[in-house]
């Protein structure tokens, strides 16, 4: 399960990655983790089974469960197919309309974070305080790049690649031709995923019960706000903050103009990752086996979904 750590100094089984800092993240042998929405259906990254599973959004039908590597764990969607990051270091890509595998990939290190630039993808290789960038049309390694220590979530605005490091309590931004560092920024304890709602970036603070909102042209701290227990994941619906409480069991919602709480929404246990499928919020619950849909406008749940094992 997630660790939920109470010092900094704790060592922790971190996406697989062991570490002696105070890091968000996720023991091998897990359940879903990563959820990314294809335009029509929900994928879900599930840990344990080393699958991906593909759900219809209106009915959470399973449409299809694929091999994965070793530990999946963040998926994103780039227009026609789906890549996941893993334990394993094992970068996957998979054809969302079939589920067809078009290539894997190896980064040398286990992967956590990911990230598309347009061209290319993005992973973070937490164990060795790098990012590496693949080219998204044959998935070769077109730069390695080292940013703070322990990177975990990484995050695209339209121009810079951000990079959440966990174990340094900053987050980088990246240049995303050359992979030099623009600008690195304090934020909270034990930073995790990021978000962008069009002129600042959002991170979680899991070590803090916090998440930070930065100026993303300068890196300010526009303001920092209480969340809960450990959050985790975050997006950005056009109007509001939706974040993952792991500790609590619980999803908080928060107004992007100015971080104040909307409403906080009871899902399954251990909550891990969330997707928005434009009406509803899909959130993977990893100590429940489970994927809960909620809906945007009022949090209220419209059905949880148990994950499959073939």
């Known amino acids: 399960m997630l660790k939920k750590a109470t010092t900094t100094l704790l060592v922790m089984v971190c996406l697989g990655v062991i570490s002696a800092s105070f890091s968000p993240a996720l023991v091998?042998?897990?359940?879903?983790?990563?959820?990314?929405?294809?335009?029509?259906?929900?994928?879900?990254?599930?840990?344990?089974?080393?699958?991906?599973?593909?759900?219809?959004?209106s009915d959470g039908t399973i449409l299809g469960v694929y091999p994965a590597p070793a530990g999946p764990l963040r998926l994103i969607h780039e227009g026609e197919n789906i890549w996941t990051a893993s334990n394993s270091g094992m970068v996957m890509k998979v054809r969302a309309k079939d589920g067809t595998v078009l290539g894997s990939y190896p980064v040398g290190s286990p992967a956590s974070g990911i990230a598309f630039d347009g061209e290319n993808v993005w992973v973070s290789n937490t164990s060795v305080?790098?990012?590496?960038?693949?080219?998204?049309?044959?998935?070769?390694?077109?730069?390695?790049?080292?940013?703070?220590?322990?990177?975990?979530?990484?995050?695209?605005?339209?121009?810079?690649?951000?990079?959440?490091?966990?174990?340094?309590?900053?987050?980088?931004?990246?240049?995303?031709?050359?992979?030099?560092?623009?600008?690195?920024?304090?934020?909270g304890a034990a930073p995790t995923e990021m978000a962008f709602d069009g002129q600042n970036i959002w991170v979680?603070?899991?070590?803090?019960?916090?998440?930070?909102?930065?100026?993303?042209?300068?890196?300010?701290?526009?303001?920092?706000?209480?969340?809960?227990?450990?959050?985790?994941?975050?997006?950005?619906?056009?109007?509001?903050?939706?974040?993952?409480?792991?500790?609590?069991?619980?999803?908080?919602?928060?107004?992007?103009?100015?971080?104040?709480?909307?409403?906080?929404?009871?899902?399954?246990?251990?909550?891990?990752?969330?997707?928005?499928?434009?009406?509803?919020?899909?959130?993977?619950?990893?100590?429940?086996?489970?994927?809960?849909?909620?809906r945007a406008s009022d949090g209220s749940t419209v059905a949880t979904f148990p994950v499959t094992r073939p």
């Open 129 to 187: 305080d790098k990012v590496t960038k693949l080219r998204a049309t044959d998935g070769s390694i077109a730069g390695v790049y080292t940013v703070g220590k322990e990177p975990d979530g990484l995050l695209f605005d339209g121009q810079y690649i951000w990079v959440a490091n966990s174990g340094g309590n900053t987050v980088t931004k990246l240049k995303p031709g050359d992979g030099s560092a623009a600008g690195t920024y304090k934020v």
């Open 28 to 57: 091998a042998a897990g359940k879903p983790v990563g959820a990314i929405v294809d335009g029509e259906n929900i994928w879900v990254a599930n840990n344990d089974e080393n699958t991906l599973e593909k759900i219809r959004s």
């Open 204 to 294: 979680t603070n899991y070590g803090a019960g916090s998440v930070t909102k930065l100026r993303a042209s300068d890196g300010a701290v526009v303001g920092t706000y209480p969340v809960g227990s450990f959050p985790r994941a975050l997006l950005f619906d056009k109007t509001n903050i939706w974040v993952t409480t792991y500790g609590d069991n619980k999803v908080a919602k928060l107004r992007a103009s100015d971080g104040s709480t909307v409403g906080t929404y009871a899902v399954g246990r251990d909550p891990a990752e969330i997707a928005f499928d434009g009406t509803n919020i899909w959130v993977t619950n990893y100590g429940g086996g489970s994927v809960t849909k909620l």
